[in-house]
């Protein structure tokens, strides 16, 4: 999965596709260079961001969402809010990548109607808040909770399960070492019988341990996505599609031979 931001704000590549027609030509590239799912957000959901109008998001991301559609590319819509997935849907949109699990009330319904496929990932508190000293007694543990949770309240909804995909959250109000505990023990999200994706592209705890820029990353990047691949996720969501489509390709080769 490609990251296609069109957003001024977000933590490596705000500012850089705000436009439609550059978000468009990006969005190509990194599918010609491997990557399967274009994943268009106009949100930053970066530590401290702050929340954007739906009107607003709607009008970053539906021409791109439009336009990558009509070029035959799958495309998921990276927003908390039903109205930006209602309005991406009907562009082309086939997969909701919900960072909230599907906390706007009006989303579930949305995605059953639409039989979309939906990513439910784990935060702890909100952006604004989230990165303010989180604690866990088991990370892992509380996580699969969390998620065992929100696959029932979906298929509850009317989604089917097929449909649904899980993610811990990198990041996502995780400490540095929460961020390490989840990748080494990411073999344990099997249980939920779903398949497991993962965002750890050129995040802030890979600069946390290597000392690194946000444009320094994509070595550490590289480590923590072939780590995911050999512990079985098997939805990677990268900025950097040049490399990790060969590191993702690789790692699988090396898993599964
Ligand atoms: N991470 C980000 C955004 N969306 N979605 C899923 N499923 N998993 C993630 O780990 C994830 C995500 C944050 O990264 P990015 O989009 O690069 O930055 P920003 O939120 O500042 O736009």
Redesign the pocket.
């Known amino acids: 999965m490609g990251?296609l931001?069109v957003?001024p704000?977000?933590?490596?590549?705000?500012g850089t596709w705000i436009d439609a027609r550059s978000a468009i030509a990006h969005g190509v590239r990194l599918a010609r260079q491997g990557a399967d799912i274009i994943?268009v957000?106009g949100e930053?959901?970066?530590p401290g961001?702050e929340p954007v109008a739906a009107d607003v998001e709607i009008r970053r991301v539906v021409p791109v969402v439009r336009a990558l559609a009509r070029r035959g590319l799958a495309v998921s819509i990276?927003t908390s809010k039903a109205a930006v997935a209602s309005a991406a849907i009907d562009a082309g949109a086939s997969i909701v990548?919900d960072?909230t699990a599907l906390a706007d009330p009006a989303m579930a319904p949305l995605a059953a109607r639409a039989r979309v496929a939906v990513?439910l990932?784990h935060m702890k508190g909100t952006p604004r808040t989230m990165q303010a000293r989180p604690r866990y007694g088991d990370v892992v543990k509380e996580i699969l909770a969390f998620l065992r949770a929100r696959l029932r309240a979906a298929t509850s909804a009317g989604i089917a399960r097929e449909r649904l995909i899980v993610?811990p959250?990198?990041?996502?109000g995780k400490l540095p070492r929460h961020n390490l505990e989840i990748l080494r023990r990411l073999g344990e999200f099997a249980a939920l019988g779903r398949p497991v994706?993962?965002?750890t592209?050129?995040?802030r705890f890979i600069g946390h341990y290597l000392g690194r820029d946000v444009d320094e990353r994509v070595p550490g990047t590289a480590a923590t996505v072939a780590a995911a691949v050999l512990r079985g996720a098997s939805l990677i969501?990268v900025?950097d599609v040049d490399v990790m489509a060969d590191v993702v390709r690789m790692s699988t080769l090396l898993r599964d031979s």
């Open positions: 990251v931001n957003t704000d977000s933590f490596s590549d705000g994943d957000g930053s959901t970066r961001a990276d990548n960072v990513i990932m993610d959250g990198i990041g996502f994706a993962i965002g592209s050129r995040k969501r900025h």
